[in-house]
């Protein structure tokens, strides 16, 4: 298979893993299409196609498409090499149920130093790896609706939302009315899992977007060398 992007990601496991995926219509773990639960007056197809291909996850280095020459396996062995330096981070208050800007999504209940640097120096690390932006990729970003520092971030990282501006996060629709939100979000309250507190964030992922634009598991791998 070719992937014509990568990213890294955390994904979660167990059953918030499970319940992500068939929330979304999207194993990305395991590379396949998921039956989604029915929601009584709630589109849940439509209501989940933006964020479907990506998968359940939380963003720990955005898509980027690779440089001349760079693969998976390069990519894979960096990561790989990577996660065996770093610590494993543990979210205290684990993960609550929010509205941001007009869709749903899992954040942490607090803030986590150790988190916020696991991302940059992540960022760091898979730089050298992405091509530049083309200025299609940077006009999609709608700079001119962007802060200074995330355009600064945009020209520099790729991406607006690293270090200072990262915000973890793990999408569970698309931008939505709200009237819709409200339905939604009862309707996730009633259904989501059990979610450990501290929610622990151990492995990372790497992942590849197909020609189709579905994201896929490369590799699945412990922080610590666990």
């Known amino acids: 298979m070719t992937f014509r992007r990568f990213a890294v990601y955390h994904m979660a496991e167990g059953d918030l893993g499970r319940f992500g995926a068939e929330w979304l219509g999207w194993d990305a773990a395991e590379g396949r299409g998921v039956e989604q639960p029915r929601v009584e007056g709630v589109d849940i197809e439509a209501v989940t196609r933006t964020p479907r291909r990506y998968g359940f996850h939380a963003t720990m280095a955005a898509p980027f498409r690779p440089a001349v020459g760079i693969g998976a396996d390069e990519l894979r062995a960096t990561l790989a090499a990577f996660c065996r330096g770093e610590a494993p981070a543990a979210l205290t208050g684990g993960l609550h149920l929010a509205r941001l800007h007009g869709f749903l999504a899992l954040i942490p209940a607090g803030s986590s130093d150790a988190l916020s640097a696991l991302e940059s120096r992540l960022v760091e690390a898979m730089d050298r790896f ?45 931008d939505l009315d709200a009237a819709t939100l409200d339905r939604l979000e009862a309707a996730l309250r009633d259904r989501l899992p059990p979610i450990p507190n501290p929610y622990p964030l151990t492995t990372l992922s790497l992942m590849g977007e197909d020609e189709d634009g579905c994201f896929h598991r490369l590799a699945h791998l412990p922080l610590g060398g666990g």
Not at 162 to 171: A, I, L, Q, S
């Open 130 to 174: 992405r091509a530049p932006l083309t200025r299609d990729e940077i006009a999609s970003r709608r700079p001119d609706r962007l802060t200074e520092r995330q355009r600064e971030n945009l020209r520099r990282w790729g991406y607006p939302y690293v270090k200072d501006e990262f915000r973890f996060h793990m999408t569970l629709s698309g």
